[in-house]
């Protein structure tokens, strides 16, 4: 027990100092507006680089990925068909598409899959 929290602490402690000399190390002194700013071939930037990100392409993406996810939670119901009685496999499965079925109902009725407003 004493030595592993004597190991606990020294990985603490070591952590601790690398993450210290990281931080040191890596401060830039220097900052330029050239530096800073986009580069374009040479010439002053046209406009900002920071342009705002549109939430909804962001909400798109993130309901495309639950439903990916899902779509993988999915495929292993057809490769436990044969190893599991006909009932319980439909009544996972049925169970499963329908929490899909009435979560896409409802992101639709909140008007989350609409592109443009």
Do not use: H
Not at 20 to 35: G, Q, Y
Not at 46 to 62: E, H, M, N, T, Y
Not at 84 to 92: A, D, Q
Request: glycine share 4%; hydrophobic share 55%.
């Amino acid at each position: 027990m004493f030595t592993l929290t004597l190991f606990s602490l020294l990985t603490i402690i070591v952590c601790y100092i690398v993450m210290t000399l990281a931080s040191v190390i890596s401060k830039k002194t220097i900052t330029d507006r050239e530096k800073n700013s986009p580069y374009e071939c040479g010439f002053d930037p046209k406009g900002s680089a920071r342009f705002p990100f549109s939430l909804r392409f962001f909400l798109i993406a993130v309901i495309f990925l639950i439903f990916d996810v899902e779509i993988t939670l999915l495929l292993p119901l057809a490769s436990i068909f044969n190893v599991t009685n006909l009932f319980s496999w439909l009544s996972t499965g049925t169970l499963f598409l329908l929490i899909l079925l009435i979560g896409l109902y409802y992101e639709w009725a909140q008007g989350a899959l609409e592109w443009s407003k």
